[in-house]
């Protein structure tokens, strides 16, 4: 029964991320990208393939860096 919840849960999460309308970043404790939507793919230009493995604080602003580090570590 506890398998047939978490492969549930599992669908429900991946229908919410891929049918979403707007970009959805998941990152780990370190900041580094472990998954992405299409619109995340269409925001950055690039295919999730190429997105996952990087880094969340590379795609924003010098200015907007320091805030994002302060954010994950609260």
């Given at each position: 029964?506890?398998?047939?919840?978490?492969?549930?849960?599992?669908?429900?999460?991946?229908?919410?991320?891929?049918?979403?309308?707007?970009?959805?970043?998941?990152?780990?404790?370190?900041?580094?990208?472990?998954?992405?939507?299409k619109q995340?793919?269409?925001?950055?230009?690039?295919?999730?393939?190429?997105?996952?493995?990087?880094r969340l604080?590379?795609?924003?602003?010098?200015?907007?860096?320091?805030?994002?580090?302060?954010?994950?570590?609260?």
């Amino acid at each position: 029964i506890i398998l047939n919840k978490m492969k549930f849960s599992e669908m429900r999460y991946r229908k919410l991320l891929e049918s979403a309308s707007c970009s959805i970043f998941v990152a780990d404790l370190q900041g580094v990208i472990i998954e992405t939507n299409k619109q995340g793919e269409k925001l950055l230009g690039c295919s999730k393939a190429e997105i996952i493995g990087t880094r969340l604080k590379d795609y924003f602003a010098p200015e907007f860096k320091a805030k994002l580090v302060e954010w994950t570590k609260s």
